[in-house]
């Protein structure tokens, strides 16, 4: 069964430095998203991209924050210069458009995370 | 007013019991997905099962089943004969014609033996 790969699965960082985490959405996918969740709370909704552009995002997702889709099959994350409360594990994931009912009956498929540790 | 109510954040159930997980929802859109996800302790997440707004039966995956009251706005997951593996964190969501999914704040579930 295809499935959202996403790398590394820890990272380390130091305040203030650049982080990039990369994910594989599954092939023929055509949303994809970036959500956090900080010590197993809640899901946190980061960014949505669909057709190339940022379709939704949230107040987390501030100007530290970018996504790109640079070749057609990896969605990446940037967080320009890491803040401790960046330290979340972030979640990758994508879904289909669901068909001729629409996207509503499609579900997310996420990527097992990675995990950002900031320090 | 939030997409999503979960208001059991633990619960606990006996091994080979049934247990019911609570889900609300809030939408003015006629056209919606209700998902329910589990997150093990390892940290995945891992899709369950769908029910959408025009379905007319509840949703079923194995021992999972959605019981869908879409009066009441109300989409409790039912897992039947419980078993150690489902003790996990539990999130229900939403989708709307957007590309958004709301997420509940999940319930942590633990089986006895």
């Known amino acids: 069964e295809p499935e959202v790969t996403q790398t590394p699965s820890h990272q380390v960082t130091q305040m203030g430095q650049e982080v990039i985490l990369r994910c594989v959405p599954i092939?023929?996918?055509?949303?994809f998203y970036w959500y956090r969740q900080i010590l197993g709370q809640k899901v946190e909704f980061l960014v949505s991209?669909?057709?190339?552009?940022?379709?939704?995002k949230s107040e987390i997702f501030d100007d530290q924050f970018s996504v790109e889709r640079p070749d057609g099959s990896n969605f990446t994350l940037k967080i320009r210069s890491t803040k401790l409360e960046d330290s979340a594990m972030y979640f990758c994931?994508?879904?289909?458009?669901?068909?001729?009912?629409?996207?509503?009956?499609?579900?997310?498929?996420f990527g097992n995370g990675t995990r950002l540790t900031v320090t | 007013a939030q997409k999503i109510t979960q208001t059991q954040p633990g619960m606990f159930v006996q091994e080979k019991e049934a247990v019911t997980l609570d889900c609300t929802y809030d939408?003015?859109?006629?056209?919606?997905?209700l998902f329910w996800y589990k997150q093990p302790s390892s940290g995945e997440m891992i899709f369950l099962i769908y029910?959408?707004?025009?379905?007319?039966q509840n949703a079923t995956e194995g021992r999972y089943s959605l019981n869908f009251q879409k009066a009441r706005k109300s989409a409790n997951l039912v897992i039947s004969a419980s078993q150690l593996g489902d003790s996990a964190m539990y999130f229900c969501?939403?989708?709307?014609?957007?590309?958004?999914?709301?997420f509940g704040t999940g319930t942590s579930l633990t089986v006895i033996p």
């Open positions: 994931a994508s879904s289909d458009t669901g068909g001729p009912l629409g996207a509503y009956n499609s579900p997310l498929h």
């Open positions: 969501a939403m989708r709307e014609g957007g590309n958004q999914f709301y």
């Open positions: 939408t003015s859109d006629p056209s919606y997905g």
């Open positions: 092939s023929n996918h055509l949303y």
């Open positions: 991209f669909y057709n190339n552009e940022i379709s939704e």
């Open positions: 029910q959408g707004s025009y379905d007319q």
